[in-house]
């Protein structure tokens, strides 16, 4: 087995954070979001954006698991048998998945309870496997640590921005916090309704759909030659 | 490198060995922390109950707030009579699957009862499971000492619609339950009906339905009528038992 793999500092030439290793992190923030431009995972960014707090914990989730899961198969990339490659990455997201399964339902039951189907489907999230196979397979642990964080962090920001519009107009809430104040609501003598539209999933697809829409028409890279 | 990592052998080595590296670290986990889960769920079950009579606790202030207020829990048969058993340690919801799917039949059904003092004096606190729209519903109901009028209820769902269905586990929809009653004057058997939703309904033994979640509705509304007339005949007998005496 080889042990090089596992000191990155080996060669001398590169430091941590030189600017193709930020690269990793930046790009999968804008030009290469896994879901606007990749539209990847997009199945978990309908379902789970209700509320942030369950965004919150679903992106630490993706997080955790696609970071420490790119630095595993990364140091294993040498040794995982091409043939059964597929299968071993299953194997280690869906290992990964359901330990934070366990622990989220040892730590943060109330959260758990929330997201506890969702967590499960995070071993079909394609930014998972997507990950595992075009970048760790073939880098070495610490840029696929960065990558991981990069596109993790990606995932995250879309699904904070989609749940914070959802919970704002669908509960009149954010974090769980109340903003439109009580009063304000018709059951009380106001003029204001939820909108319930934005609790269901398909309001999310519209929610992404606008995020696509100013990304392409804000950043020329994306916009495809005519 | 010596070996050749595509070859057959290596490649069922290291399925075998990255399968049990999982496994093993899974189990450890799962071992090691259930017994923080098991309580989680333990300490849910009492907050629920204590909600059903209108005291709402912290879920870590559960155990010791239910031991306060919870002074008697027994198990009723099909037929409303008290029988041997633990209620608390009493899967519902499992039961209830196994009824539906047969393996358990109607007259060997078990319905706990926990009996508790709070500030309006004796309650009695019943669970109850049914099937909402896309699985199932339960809650729990609290029914005065008199057995017939309710004192506060609480339900929840496993994956009601968001706005619709999941309403049920609402203020708007369990605030409706308190001072309806589950049989008349006379003493004859009403249930709780749920109503098709926004009616309005004036009735003393029906709740307004949630509007667009009718399938839950009417699951709750099953649910109500089916389990109520059990705990109807436990509590009139256990109420005419203190009128004798």
């Known amino acids: 087995m080889s042990t090089e793999v596992l000191t990155p500092e080996a060669k001398p030439a590169e430091p941590l954070f030189s600017k193709k290793n930020r690269a990793l992190i930046t790009d999968p923030l804008n030009d290469n979001n896994p879901i606007t431009v990749q539209v990847l995972g997009i199945c978990s960014a309908l379902a789970i954006t209700v509320k942030m707090s369950n965004a919150l914990v679903m992106s630490i989730s993706v997080l955790a698991v696609v970071v420490v899961g790119n630095v595993i198969i990364s140091s294993l990339r040498n040794v995982i048998p091409s043939r059964i490659r597929i299968i071993a990455q299953l194997v280690i997201a869906a290992g990964l998945v359901t330990l934070v399964d366990i622990m989220l339902k040892a730590y943060v039951y109330d959260v758990a309870k929330q997201v506890g189907v969702y967590v499960g489907l995070i071993i079909t999230n394609c930014i998972l496997m997507g990950r595992y196979e075009a970048f760790a397979m073939g880098n070495k642990p610490w840029p696929s640590a960065l990558d991981g964080l990069g596109n993790s962090l990606g995932y995250a920001w879309i699904l904070l921005v989609v749940a914070f519009f959802r919970e704002i107009f669908g509960s009149g809430a954010v974090m769980g916090m109340r903003v439109i104040p009580e009063s304000w609501y018709s059951v009380n003598g106001g003029f204001y309704f939820n909108n319930n539209m934005m609790i269901l999933p398909p309001m999310a697809l519209v929610i992404v759909g606008i995020i696509i829409w100013i990304q392409r028409a804000r950043n020329t890279k994306l916009i495809e030659a005519a | 490198m010596a070996f050749d990592k595509n070859s057959n052998s290596f490649t069922f080595i290291f399925a075998a060995v990255l399968v049990t590296v999982v496994g093993t670290l899974l189990a450890v986990t799962y071992m090691s922390l259930k017994p923080a889960y098991t309580e989680n769920v333990r300490r849910e079950k009492m907050q629920n109950i204590l909600s059903a009579m209108n005291v709402k606790v912290a879920r870590d202030a559960a155990p010791e707030k239910y031991k306060e207020l919870i002074t008697e829990t027994l198990l009723v048969n099909a037929q409303g009579k008290p029988v041997e058993g633990d209620a608390f340690s009493l899967d519902v919801l499992k039961q ?51 057995g017939r009028t309710v004192y506060g209820s609480t339900f929840d769902h496993k994956g009601e619609t968001p706005g619709l269905g999941a309403e049920i586990a609402t203020p708007v929809f369990q605030d409706q339950f308190p001072g309806k009653t589950i049989a008349d004057e006379n003493g004859t058997y009403t249930g709780i009906k749920v109503y098709k939703g926004g009616t309005g309904t004036t009735d003393p033994h029906g709740v307004d339905g949630i509007s667009g979640g009718t399938i839950t509705s009417d699951g709750v509304n099953e649910m109500l009528i089916r389990t109520l007339a059990i705990y109807d005949v436990y509590l009139k007998s256990t109420n005419t038992s203190t009128a004798a005496r």
């Open chain 2, 96 to 146: 209830y699957k196994d009824w539906k799917a047969g393996e358990v039949k109607s007259e060997d059904l078990k319905y706990p009862v926990y009996k508790a003092t709070g500030a309006e004096g004796q309650l009695y606190i019943l669970p109850m499971v049914g099937t909402g729209l896309w699985g199932p519903v339960w809650g729990y109901l609290s029914v005065k000492k008199d």
